[in-house]
């Protein structure tokens, strides 16, 4: 039986459960381990974590990576990358994770392939930073490595977001910046596997909010996507190259992709309209390595 790693940082976690359950529907058999406890002994070429002799593993999904500095967060992308060059598929691929965590790189790549996006600007340059926050007219800004919401920010363009700019960027030595796009109060999450939409939902924020986040007490509801919002999730998702994905629009005058995450949860969808993306997910992965 194919023996399928799930790095996980909560066991009981929703998404984490609903994949062991998925695996096992196709016939696999669910190990989780977490990445927090992860040891690569470079002679032997052992990788461990949690007593799970991680070589051993015919692939590994990533349901997340763990909360991490700067030093553990690249030891756990260098260990997948490992991992992945020892044959074991990996999903999402280490490099789509990377790149899909990265607002500012992904940002650039969905500008590079044709993707309506926010105007964005990253900018370690106060100078430049309060111009942009000038011509934006106020800015929302949010840590780069940022998730669930946390640290996202609207900044007036007045002497308040200015010292607030001033503060961020001493703090983090850069900032990055974006136009806020007026909105009818939600957001829409498009979920992607294997580049076809397996679901959607509308994210709304509770009153007096904007940040329409689950995690930041937003509520979800079933959506019906157009054809351009299916567009821009398939082509937001082929752009960091992740097998799966969820993909935040905002409709505007226009919609547009604000962010992808590359390790997103699973609970809202299921819970809005009863589907459950880590079926798809543990479906594709069984196709694959069994080809
Ligand atoms: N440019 C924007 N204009 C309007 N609302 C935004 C904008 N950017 C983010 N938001 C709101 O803030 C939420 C969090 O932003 P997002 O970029 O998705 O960061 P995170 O990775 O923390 O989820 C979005 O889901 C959306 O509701
Ligand atoms: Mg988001």
Known sequence: MKKIGIAVTDPSDWTAAALRNAIKHFGMEPVSFR??????????????ADNIDLTSLDAVIVRDMGPATRGDAAFRFDLLCHLEELGIRVINPPESIAKAANKHASSFLFQKNGILTPRTVATSDPDEALSVLSSFGGAVVKPVFGYKGIGVERLKNDGSGARRLKELLDKDGMVYLQEFIPNPGRDIRVFVVDNKIAGSIYRIAPAGGWINNLSQGGFSKPCLLTEEQKSLGLKASEAIGTVYAGVDIIEGDRDYVIEINGTPSGKGIFEACGVDVTRDIAEYLCRSINR
């Open 35 to 48: 990445l927090s406890r992860a040891t690569s002994n470079i002679a032997s070429g052992k990788m461990h």
